[in-house]
């Protein structure tokens, strides 16, 4: 059975910083791209950052741009995102999703796995 499975998500003030992890498991993903999206309450499910398969492209949404870091392990068959300078504005619920192809994904129909999703709060 093919998991996704996010950690990290939590409380934190803003400016602040949180590390989400994404573990996967049932098969590697060494060979796919994969991706951050978020989605806050009465809102639709927005990309956040992609990464190739080699971890040699990233791709950010201009919201996060600068601020975020999309990151992978394939050895540990992981992805990571760094999150720095947090803002109220980036309370949501944060997935991991794995696609079918290689390259930099940032469209939701590319993204076949996805993990249930981790809470990110950010206090004002």
């Known amino acids: 059975q093919v998991q996704l499975v996010e950690s990290g998500g939590g409380l934190v003030q803003a400016g602040g910083s949180l590390r989400l992890s994404c573990a996967a498991s049932g098969r590697t993903f060494s060979r796919n791209a994969m991706g951050w999206f978020r989605q806050a309450p009465g809102k639709e499910r927005d990309f956040v950052a992609a990464?190739?398969?080699?971890?040699?492209?990233?791709y950010y949404a201009d919201s996060v741009k600068g601020r975020f870091a999309i990151s992978r392990d394939n050895a540990k068959n992981t992805v990571y995102l760094q999150m720095n300078s947090l803002k109220p504005e980036d309370t949501a619920v944060y997935y991991c999703?794995?696609?079918?192809?290689?390259?930099?994904?940032?469209?939701?129909?590319?993204?076949?796995?996805w993990g249930q999703g981790t809470q990110v709060t950010v206090s004002s």
């Open positions: 999703a794995a696609a079918g192809l290689a390259g930099i994904a940032t469209v939701r129909g590319e993204y076949g796995y």
């Open positions: 990464i190739n398969w080699s971890g040699g492209h990233t």
